[in-house]
């Protein structure tokens, strides 16, 4: 690692012409950007939240991902953890988070992500240390604003962005990659499989205040002209070493797909849809070998343990259909995925195990169970699942009930799907409707699961609705420019926005209006009411409020 | 009833300017309207289907709710069920589904659903006999293309249409009915609550297929000019009459919202968000009295009788908000609508049950095993629920999560939510997002449920997806128009509709194309596989495929 990678160079940047997306202040209206300082071992760290300010006076303060604002990307964005890394750089090569926490340390990052969620760091270190979560964080990646992932946290959602053959823009793919953390995204994976695939990727490292992803194998092979059959494991190495360096957090890697699992493919409805499983199938049928990422494990090892990169165990036999789901082949490449989770960690190296992909409804808790059970626990990491395949265009829909539901199951981290799925590439707007789609499914999860405080935030809102503080339910929305949009639409006034009613109802039919009316009647009749309240028949088993 | 009422008069239609909506051609492309011909006790019916027509000369065909094309809707649309009524108008008085079933005759409108469910007509006489379906058919609803609701059945959604005060015209309301049934609703309600309330009524009744529902309270209390404290037993039955004569299917009567139950909404977040549980809550504290609606019940059943309206039993005390889901109002209230239903099967009158609206994703099996349990397996009609308050501007969402949830553990039609929700009076583009959204939904809860044939649907457009079939991919899918559109954003060739890939991953990066190539290895290999396939591993509990 040298400086140069790390700093961008202007005279590189060729193509990244700087796009204009919205400021942080017009996508949150009524919102402030704000930080917790603490200091850990003498460094200091400010940890970003949101504040929404309410016309009540109070405020509700809310996770933030939306990174340092206003940097010229051609410049990057601050080096925030550069200090941390450097403090223990004699010592650190060969250390990741996992051995820190399993040696009793609470480092920088889990300090930085305890305060985060809110949460004891001891608590952070013991779930790094038995596995349960990860914090992928590359030393490389020193502009990174440390993310745990695990079931015990705040359930977090990816974004995929990347060009590709017909499609390739570094702008373009840097313009996604701030809109994705401007509307939630926790992590955001660089799928391009086109031109420029290191200039691209070292742009949105140095720009990206989340963990960044990637799928190694597709630079391999680009490197090999596209022919599955010229990869090997030196160049696979070499490749994840070139992207270790530039600060990618984790990796895709796809261990799993074994020689004897392909056959058990071949009467599927939609055979591989894994483009990583695809051509390591090809590879392990063109030499009757098994897969070389299975037999290079240990060596693959090394390099993530070098810089702590993280494992995401990929899933390259995972089902394109409901027709397929929860088969032969999925389960068996499951099993394995455990098995290499063991290894993994023997080296101290953290580990995610990504799963399907298309599930239908009743199916969706095998998956849950059987990751849990086979991979000791692991954090999993799904895409979707979608729970029906009829529906292109509306495939963020269609996923995001798989992803609710399997996030209150326990899955750590939903992989977005966006309206272009299946069909082309997403633009910026799909982008956006992929990621605040899968914050719905998100919080959904976190309030099912009960994580603590999850549901305050739709307290809060709700109250704001129900005292007709319309700005403040803007204000507190997943998307305030949306829902202050659309209620323009059919009372565009500013007088709309204080009114005791809005256009689905009008003033006369407004329940909650007359809710109010209800109310003060019985506060006049409180004394009748007291003795009503005696003869309320509570069912049983209801939940009293 | 009178001829009149059932024949628009053009002279009376003032508003109804007809508005242009893209043609059954234009929606679905590749697909044919196609009927299948019965005859039942000497009655010709045509039951409806969509074929949609593949490129490999097979076809698929589809439920088809999208009624009769190319009326003026001054003219109305033919009076299909004219006849079978006629024929036993004589004796019918009185009877109902229920009756005729109890009695053990199948009418036409069972062999009807029957023949477009593709169950024995046997089997569906018993469900509508035990009270566990219901055929909403006004005998005044000649236009109607009967439908089946109940759990055993294809999961069914409702469409909300109708103005407020602040917005009306009856041609965009009847606009808003033909769009909600091309795109798949298998009902519509009318919750018209602003201007021209009978009119508006008329001209959707008699350009209506399928059965429309109202709630009577709007209508009754426009009557009293918005004051609750003014209605009555008798206005509220007048009003009834008005609706039934008109012929709309089912009626929302909110008779459920007892007076002991109001002050256990007092410390809820959101108080009453249901208008006519608001309405008849005021009224109840009012008076100190009991509901109307509840001590008159068998006097209104003595109406829904007479005309054969089914009950859709409201849930006035729905919760508004995740902190008021399953709390004792909304359970209180839920087993009075038990007590009515089996007042109601004792006149032989059909009855829903309607439900919530906000609930965590944790409690929406409560709300399903209660409701089986309390109203004795009447079908379940849900409006949602949102799982989260968070994402005014997404509710169609928030809320097809929940659905599609209820929709997997048996609740039988799913109310649609649209992006407008909190916000907003929808238009037609949020008419067929929230129309699109609840059909898969449904679809997903019926694969889920194991609905005899419903995951065929999903094999066919994932196997036209495998085999690059993109013209049959699109055809077969919820909208064929957004997912063209959406694939010419990237590649709008013609010939990218026959490429082997996509503009996702460009065509060195396909899953799918490689796996054809793996396939093609695969059989080359044959003999070597049949050996590795006698060494496959196939874990405990897998899936065979």
């Known amino acids: 690692m040298t400086d140069t990678t790390l700093t961008p160079n202007r005279e590189e940047s060729g193509e990244l012409t700087p796009r204009s997306i919205p400021t942080f202040q017009e996508c949150w209206p009524g919102s402030t950007k704000e930080s917790l300082e603490l200091e850990h071992n003498g460094h200091k760290m400010s940890v970003p939240f949101r504040r929404v300010h309410l016309s009540t006076e109070g405020h509700f303060d809310l996770y933030d991902t939306t990174g340092p604002q206003g940097f010229d990307p051609r410049d990057g964005i601050p080096k925030v953890r550069e200090s941390w890394v450097a403090n223990r750089s004699d010592q650190s090569r060969g250390w990741t988070q996992m051995r820190w926490a399993r040696a009793g340390v609470i480092t920088e990052e889990m300090a930085f992500v305890a305060a985060r969620e809110g949460v004891e760091a001891e608590f952070v270190r013991l779930e790094i240390a038995e596995g349960r979560a990860v914090i992928p964080a590359n030393r490389c990646h020193t502009e990174l604003e440390p993310v745990i992932i695990g079931r015990k946290f705040r359930t977090k959602i990816n974004s995929n962005i990347g060009n590709s053959a017909t499609h390739s823009s570094i702008a373009e793919e840097v313009e996604k990659l701030q809109w994705s953390t401007m509307w939630g995204a926790d992590t955001v994976m660089d799928l391009s499989t086109g031109e420029n695939i290191h200039a691209t990727r070292e742009w949105i490292m140095r720009n990206s205040s989340v963990p960044i992803g990637t799928v190694p194998i597709y630079q391999a092979l680009e490197k090999v002209n596209g022919d599955p059959e010229k990869l090997t494991l030196d160049l696979f190495i070499e490749t994840l070493v070139e992207q270790a360096e530039q600060g990618v957090d984790y990796f895709t890697i796809h261990a799993g797909v074994l020689l004897r699992f392909v056959p058990l493919t071949a009467d599927r409805v939609t055979g591989l849809v894994s483009r990583g499983g695809s051509i390591m199938a090809k590879w392990c049928l063109a030499y009757h070998e098994e897969n070389f990422l299975y037999t290079g494990f240990e060596k693959i090892c090394e390099v993530m343990k070098e810089y702590d990169v993280t494992f995401s165990l990929g899933d390259g036999l995972r089902p394109g259909s409901l027709a397929d789901a929860n088969d032969a082949a999925q389960m068996g490449e499951l099993r394995t995925l455990g098995e290499l989770t063991q290894i993994a960690w023997k080296h101290d190296v953290q580990v995610m195990i990504e799963g399907p992909g298309h599930v239908p409804i009743h199916l969706i808790q095998e998956n849950m169970d059987e990751q849990l ?6 954090p999993f990491y799904t895409l979707g699942p979608l729970v029906t395949d009829v529906a292109p265009g509306y495939d963020h829909i269609t996923s995001a ?23 082309g590439l997403p633009d910026r707007d799909d982008v956006k409707t992929g990621v605040v789609t899968y914050r719905i499914a998100a919080h959904a999860a976190d309030v099912a699961k009960g994580l603590t405080g999850a549901r305050d935030w739709d307290d809060a809102l709700s109250l704001a609705r129900f005292e007709f503080r319309w700005h403040d339910q803007f ?8 829902a202050y949009d659309f ?9 709309a926005k204080v009114a005791h009613f809005c256009s689905m109802c009008g003033p006369k039919f407004c329940a909650m209006k007359i809710t109010g009316e209800v109310r003060e009647a019985m506060a006049d009749k409180s004394s009748e009411f007291a003795q009503l309240g005696r003869e309320v028949y509570v069912p049983e088993g209801a939940t009293e409020v």
Chains 1, 2 share one sequence.
């Open 487 to 495: 209620h323009d639409q059919t009372l565009p006034s500013e007088n």
């Open 401 to 423: 009930i798989g992803a609710a539901n399997i996030g209150s199951m326990g899955c750590a981290m939903l992989c977005y799907v966006t309206p272009k799925e299946h069909l």
């Open 475 to 482: 204000r507190l929305s997943m998307d305030p420019v949306t």
């Open 373 to 378: 059970k086979h991979c000791f626990e692991a």
